[in-house]
T-cell receptor, first 113, second 115 residues
Framework: RKEVEQDPGPFNVPEGATVAFNCTYSNSASQSFFWYRQDCRKEPKLLMS???SGNEDGRFTAQLNRASQYISLLIRDSKLSDSATYLCVVGRYSGAGSYQLTFGKGTKLSVIP | DARVTQTPRHKVTEMGQEVTMRCQPILGHNTVFWYRQTMMQGLELLAY????????DSGMPKDRFSAEMPDATLATLKIQPSEPRDSAVYFC?????????????FGDGTRLSIL
């Protein structure tokens, strides 16, 4: 089982729609959680951190369920500029004080006019 | 805004040649990561430095890849000899790993094509 799993999509949605992405992680020792966004031929960029109580940043809402090892991202009122690949990212400390992020393969979103 | 700087942005070379990629992390960050991204595998961690010391390079083919951090402002990833299967985008990222874990900030990447 992959450490971080996402539906690859693509999700094709009209402008103004609400879209939700899900992600599951396998290691219960995971401690930090993020959503990154990657545009075509660009580097991944941090979209938002995900906190246990859930958090919102404008049109974006992230939720974390530690019991189910499940992370979600909700985008409301989709814009054309939201078209990108969304990467679910999980961080944890391993041996010798090593901290690593593990990236899902991403979910591709296309917002259509 | 502070940024991670990678050079070169693009590299095309013939198989068997040596390739060196460079990264300048964000000043003040204590960790540096090298990733490789392909369509098939997504983002794979190759190597990881903390306070310039290599902590994990288990993701890296050691017979041909080497990663070093000669000083706090420079990390290098070298492939010798290169092979066509090494064609990918190589990203460097830096961050701060104190208590609690922090996100990483990526450079623009090096697009490597081995012919």
């Amino acid at each position: 089982r992959k450490e971080v799993e996402q539906d690859p999509g693509p999700f094709n949605v009209p402008e103004g729609a609400t879209v939700a992405f899900n992600c599951t992680y396998s290691n219960s020792a995971s401690q930090s959680f993020f959503w990154y966004r990657q545009d075509c031929r660009k580097e991944p960029k941090l979209l938002m951190s995900v906190y246990s109580s859930g958090n919102e940043d404008g049109r974006f809402t992230a939720q974390l369920n530690r019991a189910s090892q499940y992370i979600s991202l909700l985008i409301r009122d989709s814009k054309l500029s939201d078209s990108a690949t969304y990467l679910c990212v999980v961080g944890r400390y391993s041996g010798a004080g090593s901290y690593q992020l593990t990236f899902g393969k991403g979910t591709k979103l296309s917002v259509i006019p | 805004d502070a940024r991670v700087t990678q050079t070169p942005r693009h590299k095309v070379t013939e198989m068997g040649q040596e390739v060196t990629m460079r990264c300048q992390p964000i000043l003040g960050h204590n960790t540096v990561f090298w990733y490789r991204q392909t369509m098939m595998q997504g983002l794979e961690l190759l190597a990881y430095f903390r306070n310039r010391a290599p902590l994990d390079d288990s993701g890296m083919p050691k017979d041909r890849f080497s990663a070093e951090m000669p000083d706090a402002t420079l990390a290098t990833l070298k492939i010798q000899p290169s092979e066509p299967r090494d064609s990918a985008v190589y990203f460097c990222a830096s961050g701060w790993t104190g208590q609690g874990g922090q996100p990483q900030h990526f450079g623009d990447g090096t697009r490597l094509s081995i012919l």
